[in-house]
C-alpha cells in the first residue's frame, strides 16, 4: 500500500485566481493519477503524471488550466488556474503503486470557488 | 474509454440483510476489476480485487463474469457501519488507467 497526504485539504478561493495543489506519498511510485470528483457523481481523471515525462490530459483537460508538475517519484502538484465556480469540487491524487492495478487515494482537496 | 455502468442506488437495507451490487463493463479485453467503498466526503479507498476464481472477504464476496461482463459484490449480514457508495473499477488490457463506475450507495438502516 501507499500513504499520501494533500495539501491544502480544503479552500475558499475567489474567482479568477489559481490554486496549486500538492500530493506526497510516502514510498516512490512511477504513476500518479489526479482526479475530479463532483457532488454525488464519481471520479473524473483529469490526468496521468508520470515522472519523466509530460503529463497525459483526458479529454476535456488541458495544459493551460490544470498544469501538473512531477518533479520526483514521491511527489506532484495540479494547479487550477483561472479559477471559475464550475471549478468547484474535490481533486484527488492518486498512485498505483503496480501497474494495472489497485490505487489509492490521498484525502483529497475540497475547492469552493466563489 | 469503455464504459462501467453501476446502479446508483441507494439500496436501503435492514440490518443483518444480504445485498448484491452488479457492474457490467463493455469492454471485452478489461484484465483487472476491483470494488472500492467511499464514505461520504471521504476519498475511495480499496476494498477487494475481482479474481477470476471469486473472492471472499469475511462478509464480502465479489465475483468475476467474464462471458457477460460483470462483477458482482455480496454483503452478507450487513452492518450500520456498511453504509456507503460501492465503486466499480475496471482495467483494460495493457492499460494502467482505471475506469471507475458512478458508484452504487448503501444505507443500512437499524
Known amino acids: 500500500s501507499a500513504v499520501i497526504s494533500q495539501k491544502p485539504s480544503r479552500d475558499i478561493c475567489q474567482r479568477g485566481t489559481s490554486l496549486t495543489i500538492q500530493c506526497q506519498v510516502d514510498?516512490?511510485?512511477?504513476?500518479m493519477f489526479w482526479y475530479r470528483q463532483q457532488p454525488g457523481q464519481s471520479l473524473t481523471l483529469i490526468a496521468t503524471?508520470?515522472?519523466?515525462?509530460?503529463?497525459?490530459?483526458e479529454s476535456g483537460f488541458v495544459i493551460d488550466k490544470f498544469p501538473i508538475s512531477r518533479p520526483n517519484l514521491t511527489f506532484s502538484t495540479l494547479t487550477v488556474s483561472n479559477m471559475s465556480p464550475e471549478d468547484s469540487s474535490i481533486y484527488l491524487c492518486?498512485?498505483?503503486?503496480?501497474?494495472?492495478?489497485?490505487?489509492?487515494f490521498g484525502p483529497g482537496t475540497r475547492l469552493t470557488v466563489t | 474509454r469503455k464504459e462501467v455502468e453501476q446502479d446508483p442506488g441507494p439500496f436501503n437495507v435492514p440490518e443483518g440483510a444480504t445485498v448484491a451490487f452488479n457492474c457490467t463493463y463493455s469492454n471485452s479485453a478489461s484484465q483487472s476489476f476491483f470494488w472500492y467503498r467511499q464514505d461520504c466526503r471521504k476519498e475511495p479507498k480499496l476494498l477487494m480485487s475481482v479474481y477470476s476464481s471469486g473472492n471472499e472477504d469475511g462478509r464480502f464476496t465479489a465475483q468475476l463474469n467474464r462471458a457477460s461482463q460483470y462483477i458482482s459484490l455480496l454483503i452478507r449480514d450487513s452492518k450500520l457501519s456498511d453504509s456507503a457508495t460501492y465503486l466499480c473499477v475496471v482495467n483494460e488490457g495493457g492499460s494502467y488507467i482505471p475506469t471507475f463506475g458512478r458508484g452504487t450507495s448503501l444505507i443500512v438502516h437499524p
Open positions: 492518486s498512485v498505483e503503486p503496480r501497474g494495472g492495478y489497485e490505487q489509492y
Open positions: 503524471a508520470n515522472q519523466g515525462s509530460e503529463a497525459t490530459y
Open positions: 514510498s516512490q511510485v512511477t504513476m
